[in-house]
């Protein structure tokens, strides 16, 4: 109960812009504060995005994948690199019929699928555009030709108040990843600050 009670306190000192030790401040600190579809919100500090994407040879099967990652700051649609320092991102959502398997047989669901963003900029302008996954280039710099590239999903990683590193699924660009996939898990709108 302690140690609960410390660290509210030490975050309630922090969000109140208590003064922090010689040595201490981090002028770098960022933070995102997450809308999901149900109305709940959930701060991030020192957030980064991260695409998650796959990579294969040509001709060789896609089960034989390998995972990997980048890291960025900025939105990629595209070939389009839109920096979200200080940026609010919006999704809307559409509905999606798929099929799935229940009880081994193909059953039609009904669910929601990010469609299109709208990102406002600190400056005040506004890009609309469809949800496009992130170019090869962007995903894998230097790939040769011959190695197929392919885009999953992008992930807002970052800490809570409590320290406890968080991530959260804005998007995804491939059936192999399904965000959102109740308004408590659907993020509506993002909020970056530096």
Not at 110 to 139: F, N, Q
Request: glycine content about 8%; overall charge neutral.
């Amino acid at each position: 109960m302690a140690l609960a009670l410390a660290l509210m306190t030490a975050a309630a000192a922090a969000a109140a812009g208590a003064p922090e030790a010689p040595g201490q401040s981090d002028p770098a600190l960022r933070t995102a504060l997450v809308t999901f579809a149900d109305g709940n919100t959930l701060p991030l500090r020192n957030w980064t995005l991260s695409y998650d994407y796959v990579s294969w040879e040509r001709g060789q099967s896609p089960a034989s994948a390998i995972q990997a990652g980048r890291e960025s700051s900025a939105l990629w649609l595209g070939k389009r690199v839109v920096p979200m320092e200080d940026a609010r991102l919006a999704i809307q959502y559409g509905e999606l019929r798929r099929e799935t398997l229940v009880d081994g047989r193909p059953q039609p669901i009904l669910s929601s699928a990010a469609r299109e963003v709208t990102v406002t900029t600190p400056d005040g302008k506004t890009i609309k555009t469809k949800v496009e996954a992130p170019h090869r280039d962007l995903l894998a710099p230097g790939a040769d030709k011959s190695t197929m590239v392919m885009a999953r999903s992008l992930d807002l990683r970052g800490e809570g108040i409590t320290g406890t590193r968080r991530e959260v699924c804005v998007l995804s660009y491939s059936t192999l990843v399904e965000c959102g996939g109740t308004p408590a898990d659907q993020v509506v709108k993002v909020e970056f600050q530096r």
